[in-house]
Antibody, heavy 120, light 110 residues
Framework: QLQLQESGPGLVKPSETVSLTCTVS??????????WGWIRQPPGKGLEYVGS???????YYNPSLKIRVTISIDTSKNQFSLKLSSVTAADTAVYYC????????????WGQGTLVTVSS | QSALTQPRSVSGSPGQSVTISCTGT?????????VSWYQQYPGKAPKLMIY???KRPSGVPDRFSGSKSGNTASLTISGLQAEDEADYYC??????????FGTGTKVTVL
């Protein structure tokens, strides 16, 4: 059973860059079956796709965030990461790591989520 | 790319059926058979309920069903139970976008 655990700072200042990591267990991050993704949810609001990365390194980003987002993969640690730059209060959200299973075209595993608050 | 449109809330009595709509465009819902639905309880991560418009993952009760017509997808919960009270989100593949979520619907069991 694929398991995911997000980690990162709970509080960041406006204009800074937030870095989050998702550690994957029970499945190799080099698997061709998944696109390793990030989805966020502002408090009291809906889900928003942030982006995904394939084991090959191909990346797919939400166009509205593209200029500020970088997703990378570390096969040696079985982790993938999200960097979001120039954050504002609008980036305050619970960030979930959620692989997209290619054959389902759906997110069928989710981490527990990590709250990132942007505040000075 | 705008979020897919869902009703803010729907409600029903135990045993009844409720249907949640998810309206997009020909660039997302109408263009691909890659619509999925997620159930989310407060403070919890979403759970996949339906994928590829109408397929259920193992373990999801068969009272959850999905369909699509044109640019609108639907999730129907038959035989509504108290445990079905939650938020529901649709999601569609959208080509170069590549994924867009719906605005979310709160299901209330009366």
């Amino acid at each position: 059973q694929l398991q995911l655990q997000e980690s990162g700072p709970g509080l960041v200042k406006p204009s800074e860059t937030v870095s989050l990591t998702c550690t994957v267990s029970s499945v190799s991050i080099s698997s061709s079956s998944y696109y390793w993704g990030w989805i966020r949810q502002p408090p009291g609001k809906g889900l928003e796709y942030v982006g995904s990365i394939y084991y090959s390194g191909s990346t797919y980003y939400n166009p509205s965030l593209k200029i500020r987002v970088t997703i990378s993969i570390d096969t040696s640690k079985n982790q993938f990461s999200l960097k979001l730059s120039s954050v504002t209060a609008a980036d305050t959200a619970v960030y979930y790591c959620a692989p997209l299973t290619a054959s389902l075209a759906a997110f069928d595993y989710w981490g527990q989520g990590t709250l990132v608050t942007v505040s000075s | 790319q705008s979020a897919l449109t869902q009703p803010r809330s729907v409600s029903g009595s135990p045993g009844q059926s409720v249907t949640i709509s998810c309206t997009g465009t020909s660039s997302d819902v109408g263009g691909y058979n890659h619509v999925s639905w997620y159930q989310q309880y407060p403070g919890k991560a979403p759970k996949l309920m339906i994928y590829n418009v109408s397929k259920r993952p193992s373990g999801v009760p068969d009272r959850f069903s999905g369909s699509k017509s044109g640019n609108t997808a639907s999730l129907t919960i038959s035989g509504l139970q108290a445990e079905d009270e939650a938020d529901y989100y649709c999601c569609s593949y959208a080509g170069t976008y590549p994924y867009v979520f719906g605005t979310g619907t709160k299901v209330t069991v009366l």
